[in-house]
């Protein structure tokens, strides 16, 4: 078993504070910019190192700062104090990632890992390469419109206009009709999601 692709372009985005099978939950202090977006894919290590689950992000949220309540509680703050709270100084932040599927050293499973990460593990954000080596097969969509009580029509148009991006240019088009092909096969039975997500993913693509 080979080790984990390193990705120098990767990012801190958490540490595991909650974990399942089904998920894991994860905070951090980060500047706004920082922020990972709403569908990204990310990563945490499970089994002692030996395999690295990849999860979908699927809630962020900023916790409670006990400065910005102070200066909301004030006068109306100073320009430069707002944008130092927005941009230069690191705020508390929580995100929630779906199991989506799990890279055991020789390469992607989608499926439910054999255990979640442990506390404390490190999440890093998948770069684009990875992105695109996931996303290759669009077989982790089983897993998703099976979550419970998930925005799950948005949080697949979100993750398939990040795994565009993350392709060449003359290459994202094909992407996104394949994955509305995908998506109307596994929801035959229900046209109206169907029409949502195509509508979506042809406001993506410009057609």
């Known amino acids: 078993m080979t080790p984990f692709p390193a990705a120098p372009e990767s990012r801190l985005i958490g540490r595991v504070t ?98 979640p990460p442990n506390t404390l593990a490190d999440i890093f954000n998948l770069p684009p390469s990875e992105v695109r080596q996931f996303t290759a097969s669009l077989a982790f969509l089983p897993l998703v419109l099976a979550a419970p009580q998930l925005p799950t029509d948005s949080l697949l148009a979100a993750t398939f206009r990040l795994a565009a991006q993350a392709r060449p240019e003359s290459e994202r088009r094909a992407f996104l009709v394949s994955a509305g092909r995908e998506c109307a096969r596994l929801l035959s039975g229900d046209l109206g999601r169907v029409n949502n997500l195509v509508r979506s993913l042809q406001g993506q693509h410009g057609s």
């Open 18 to 115: 909650r974990c399942s099978i089904q998920g894991f939950v994860g905070g951090i202090r980060m500047t706004e910019p920082d922020i990972p977006a709403f569908g990204a894919l990310c990563r945490a290590p499970a089994q002692g190192g030996r395999s690295q689950v990849i999860g979908l992000i699927y809630e962020i949220s900023i916790e409670d700062d006990d400065l910005a309540r102070q200066l909301a509680a004030s006068d109306v703050p100073q320009e430069e104090v707002r944008l130092d709270q927005q941009f230069v100084r690191p705020i508390p932040i929580e995100i929630r990632a779906l199991s989506v599927g799990f890279h055991d050293g020789d390469g992607y499973l989608y499926d439910l890992p054999p255990q």
